[in-house]
């Protein structure tokens, strides 16, 4: 069992409560949350890996930060082809987005920023090959009833009824759910934060 242990200099700059638990499975708690307000529209012709990259160093800058502190910001986005699909607008958003995945290839990508003692953003991103089953109108009907996709890049959540949908995955499951734990446990050892150990 993993013994979670305070670390105090670490902010998390996210108000997502799956980044939170994510964390907590490698045995770290932020000292504090504090969630950035930053606009996270795409650029013109900007390609799903460097607008990752750039809204979570975004996030991480947008945090004051005190002398000490180190913090950690991620941001995941769902990409067919060059095409970024952010949060759904509205159900129509989420139905055209199921639309496009169904039966596909897509790709998951999810960002972390961690800024440390001297200031400057270091950064990694996870690149998860997702394909879903061919979804039929029903289950289309069905999974924007249940609500899980709105506020979800690309209109699902792969931690739950749409896990069901999933023929093949490769690459960080946890980067999928929003915060690639490989990647940020590395980034924030090198800042000095350090996971959990096992123990009784």
Do not use: W
């Not at 139905?95 to 290839?105: A, I």
């Not at 001297?118 to 997702?130: A, L, M, Q």
Request: one cysteine or more; charged letters at 25%.
């Amino acid at each position: 069992m993993l013994n979670s242990r305070v670390s105090p200099a670490l902010v998390l700059a996210s108000s997502s409560p799956r980044r939170l638990s994510l964390l907590a499975q490698i045995g770290i708690v932020p000292a504090r949350i504090a969630a950035p307000d930053i606009d996270e529209d795409a650029r013109p012709a900007e390609l799903p890996r460097d607008y990752v990259l750039r809204i979570a160093t975004e996030k991480a800058q947008a945090v004051p930060r005190a002398a000490g502190e180190v913090v950690l910001a991620g941001d995941t986005t769902v990409a067919v082809g060059r095409r970024i699909l952010a949060k759904p607008a509205d159900e129509a958003d989420l139905r055209r987005m199921l639309g496009l995945l169904s039966g596909r290839r897509h790709h998951c990508y999810s960002a972390v920023c961690v800024i440390g003692d001297d200031g400057r953003p270091r950064s990694r991103v996870s690149d998860t090959i997702v394909t879903f089953k061919r979804l039929s109108a029903a289950e289309i009907d069905v999974y924007v009833a249940c609500g899980e996709g709105m506020g979800k890049a690309g209109g699902y959540a792969i931690q739950g009824l749409a896990e069901g949908f999933v023929r093949f995955l490769s690459g960080s499951y946890s980067g999928v759910v929003g915060l690639p734990l490989f990647e940020t446990r590395a980034l924030l050892e090198s800042a000095g934060v350090r996971a959990g150990t096992c123990g009784g």
